[in-house]
């Protein structure tokens, strides 16, 4: 049978155990033509209601319960605000303010708890064992205060890692609006000021920052007082007397004088108030405190209610970024700011990074004011702009072997002549390092100033970017030498011919007119090479010009190209010396010859780099590459580059990304790979391919 009392407000469900009960209900109800005062009575005995059935209606509809809201190891346990909402059983709407408590353990902050807002149901689990009783932070809502509570575990309890849960518990410190500590000790002990001084430090240099910037970015939070929660100092004894109002002193100020005294300060904190009582016979009075507690609940001139949801995002977003392995260091009396900066430290000087935990996120690099020192291995000496520098900006700027508006056959020959460039991005070009015939400065005398830079383990650091040098040289070597190579393929040819006609002698035939080899009449192609007698001017194959002697009457005195049509016509040199349309100028001859000069210098290039290249190439791969006697096959097709110890491919290409083989094939995409410290396009894998596009 279904009641009629489902309906029924909690204030007279509350009062359905008092006599006057169907009295109250008669007068009610008597002008109610839909409900008649005999079927209630009917009902109540019917039902057989008695007081101790009522009083389990009652628990059940307060029912409450706690939930463990982070771990030990400081994991957050509700993956979402809604999923929050649901366990607390609070709705969205309503606006609440968070109640935390702290102390040492085994001092019955579980039991304050339930005794302060759930009329002492055990909400929260309390134990008489030796063990601790709460483990991590525990969250209740109470409907009657609209109160978030709060419960976590004490200190100086058995923990592996006594720093990991005083970080856990500054984070809920930094989202509560009244902090309660719990003490039972006869006397105040340091361990109080210690705790509640830090965690004034770590509020102001820390949390306040981190929820400033979460204002800005999410805009979810609400206009913030950069002021902390209030703090209720509630201190039990037993035989001692506990502080008093006297001669002009309240407890709050001796407890004030003894922060100054231990130069701790509680300057983050909205207020300070000290509740003390000595209790000679239990069981504890908790009156004063809920008092105290409720007068600060109904304060809003410093902190206001906010919705559940807005809390469970703060704690997220704080217990995202202050997060990580902080180490078992020796716990100090001052609370270390390490717990809440960044973990990573200089590869080179050890230094520790001063950023927030979590900075990296921001986009706001690692920081270290100290001096580092300069270590060969990490090459972390870089140069700044002096221009840049003289006007307030920190402009990184480094060697190349071209500037940005150079091609790349003019920067390669620039190079050649005039060394490596350093350019700026607002200045351009501010030094070359063969500028001069001599007397060339070093770049830090004149364009630069040099800087020793930290060295910080992360992908996206300048360890990373230095890991390769090199490599680096290897790619740069071998990119002058495949340039060099490439001078004589198409249409590359065909340039250079024309520019050899500009310079040649006026006996010579034009490359463009010379189809077949003058002696043996083979046609020129691909694979075969021109060349010009010194002596005829003809186009011959380097099988028919395989002699060399001095053509003095052409102005050539030392041993030349001649062909062997001219080697064995031994009046060749009368027939020329008898003809004058054929005489040469010897500006022309000497043109020529710088020109051979050059064109036997670069030719020299290629082959003279691959000696150094192959000599490093092993000592200079970076880290992550895999060593080319371990690779057999391509990461991509799966292409066998060597079978044991035979090679049968010569040409092993690195992915630059992943580090791994790969044929020509498999790796005809150039991206730069910023996490590896290629800032220029370089090779990857098809693999890796999907990464960029």
């Given at each position: 049978m279904k009641s009629n009392f489902s309906n029924t407000s909690p204030a007279i469900m509350e009062s359905i155990d008092n006599p006057s009960f169907i009295l109250n209900v008669n007068q009610s109800t008597a002008c109610n033509k839909n409900v008649n005062i005999s079927d209630i009575v009917s009902h109540l005995e019917c039902s057989k209601l008695d007081v101790d059935n009522v009083n389990l209606l009652e628990k059940k509809e307060n029912l409450c319960e706690s939930f463990l809201l982070i771990n030990e190891k400081e994991h957050l346990k509700f993956s979402s605000a809604e999923e929050?909402?649901?366990?607390?059983?609070?709705?969205?709407?309503?606006?609440?303010?968070?109640?935390?408590?702290?102390?040492?353990?085994?001092?019955?902050?579980?039991?304050?708890?339930?005794?302060?807002?759930?009329?002492?149901?055990?909400?929260?689990?309390?134990?008489?064992?030796?063990?601790?009783?709460?483990?991590?932070?525990?969250?209740?809502?109470?409907r009657n205060l609209n109160v978030i509570c709060i419960d976590t575990e004490g200190m100086l309890g058995s923990t592996n890692n006594e720093n990991q849960r005083m970080r856990l518990l500054l984070k809920i410190l930094a989202i509560s609006d009244i902090v309660i500590y719990r003490t039972r000790s006869e006397r105040l002990h340091r361990d109080l000021f210690t705790f509640l001084g830090t965690a004034s430090k770590a509020y102001t240099h820390h949390f306040t920052p981190a929820l400033q910037l979460l204002c800005q970015k999410g805009d979810f939070l609400g206009s913030l007082s950069a002021l902390g929660p209030a703090v209720i100092i509630f201190h039990?004894?037993?035989?001692?007397?506990?502080?008093?109002?006297?001669?002009?002193?309240?407890?709050?100020?001796?407890?004030?004088?003894?922060?100054?005294?231990?130069?701790?300060?509680?300057?983050?904190?909205?207020?300070?108030?000290?509740?003390?009582?000595?209790?000679?016979?239990?069981?504890?009075?908790?009156?004063?405190?809920?008092?105290?507690?409720?007068c600060e609940l109904e304060n809003?001139?410093?902190?206001?209610?906010?919705?559940?949801?807005?809390?469970?995002?703060?704690?997220?977003?704080?217990?995202?970024k202050f997060s990580g392995d902080i180490g078992n260091m020796k716990y100090e009396i001052m609370f270390p700011d390490?717990?809440?900066?960044?973990?990573?430290?200089?590869?080179?000087?050890?230094?520790?990074?001063?950023?927030?935990?979590?900075?990296?996120?921001?986009?706001?690099?690692?920081?270290?004011?100290?001096?580092?020192?300069?270590?060969?291995?990490?090459?972390?000496?870089?140069?700044?702009?002096?221009?840049?520098?003289?006007?307030?900006?920190?402009?990184?700027?480094?060697?190349?072997?071209?500037?940005?508006?150079?091609?790349?056959?003019?920067?390669?020959?620039?190079?050649?002549?005039?060394?490596?460039?350093?350019e700026c991005p607002h200045h351009g070009e501010i030094y070359r390092s063969r500028q001069f015939w001599y007397g060339n400065a070093d770049p830090e005398?004149?364009?630069?100033?040099?800087?020793?830079?930290?060295?910080?383990?992360?992908?996206?650091?300048?360890?990373?970017?230095?890991?390769?040098?090199?490599?680096?040289?290897?790619?740069?070597?071998?990119?002058?030498?495949?340039?060099?190579?490439?001078?004589?393929?198409?249409?590359?040819?065909?340039?250079?011919?024309?520019?050899?006609?500009?310079?040649?002698?006026?006996?010579?035939?034009?490359?463009?007119?010379?189809?077949?080899?003058?002696?043996?009449k083979r046609m020129f192609d691909a694979e075969l090479t021109k060349h010009h007698c010194r002596a005829c001017g003809k186009g011959v194959c380097k099988t028919c010009s395989t002699k060399n002697r001095p053509v003095p009457e052409r102005g050539w005195t030392y041993p030349v190209r001649?062909?062997?049509?001219?080697?064995?016509?031994?009046?060749?040199?009368?027939?020329?010396?008898?003809?004058?349309?054929?005489?040469?100028?010897?500006?022309?001859?000497?043109?020529?010859?710088?020109t051979e000069a050059v064109v036997n210098t670069i030719s020299s290039v290629a082959s003279v780099f691959e000696y150094p290249k192959n000599m490093i190439k092993d000592t200079a791969r970076p880290t992550y590459w895999i060593p080319d006697d371990k690779i057999k096959y391509c990461c991509v097709c799966g292409l066998r580059f060597r079978n044991n110890e035979m090679i049968i491919v010569k040409n092993i290409h690195h992915c630059r990304d992943?580090?791994?083989?790969?044929?020509?094939?498999?790796?005809?995409?150039?991206?730069p790979v910023l996490h590896r410290g290629w800032e220029h396009p370089v090779r990857i894998c098809d693999n890796c391919l999907s990464k960029y596009c």
């Open positions: 929050f909402l649901k366990y607390i059983n609070c709705d969205e709407n309503v606006k609440v303010k968070v109640v935390s408590i702290f102390g040492n353990t085994g001092d019955g902050k579980s039991f304050t708890m339930n005794e302060c807002f759930f009329n002492g149901k055990e909400v929260f689990h309390t134990s008489s064992e030796q063990d601790s009783c709460t483990i991590g932070i525990w969250v209740a809502y109470d039990e004894t037993r035989f001692t007397k506990v502080l008093k109002s006297g001669k002009g002193e309240s407890p709050e100020d001796v407890l004030r004088s003894k922060f100054s005294q231990l130069r701790l300060d509680m300057e983050a904190f909205s207020s300070l108030k000290y509740i003390g009582i000595q209790t000679a016979i239990p069981p504890t009075s908790f009156k004063e405190l809920q008092d105290a507690v409720i809003t001139t410093v902190r206001s209610s906010r919705k559940a949801r807005i809390v469970f995002l703060t704690l997220k977003a704080l217990n995202d390490q717990y809440f900066t960044c973990t990573s430290r200089c590869l080179s000087c050890e230094s520790r990074c001063t950023g927030s935990m979590g900075h990296l996120k921001e986009n706001i690099p690692h920081i270290n004011n100290n001096k580092c020192r300069y270590e060969h291995q990490f090459s972390n000496c870089i140069y700044i702009c002096k221009k840049c520098h003289t006007n307030g900006r920190e402009v990184v700027v480094s060697p190349k072997y071209s500037s940005s508006n150079e091609s790349t056959w003019f920067a390669f020959a620039k190079y050649a002549w005039s060394g490596y460039v350093i005398m004149r364009a630069v100033r040099s800087e020793i830079h930290h060295v910080w383990p992360d992908k996206n650091s300048i360890s990373q970017k230095l890991q390769n040098p090199g490599q680096r040289v290897i790619d740069g070597v071998s990119y002058i030498s495949e340039t060099v190579y490439n001078v004589s393929s198409e249409p590359s040819r065909y340039l250079s011919s024309w520019m050899a006609d500009q310079i040649a002698p006026k006996y010579w035939e034009l490359n463009a007119e010379i189809i077949n080899c003058a002696v043996c001649v062909c062997d049509s001219c080697i064995v016509d031994s009046a060749v040199s009368d027939r020329i010396s008898l003809s004058s349309d054929v005489s040469s100028d010897d500006t022309e001859i000497r043109v020529r010859k710088v992943c580090g791994d083989g790969v044929c020509s094939k498999c790796s005809t995409h150039k991206y």
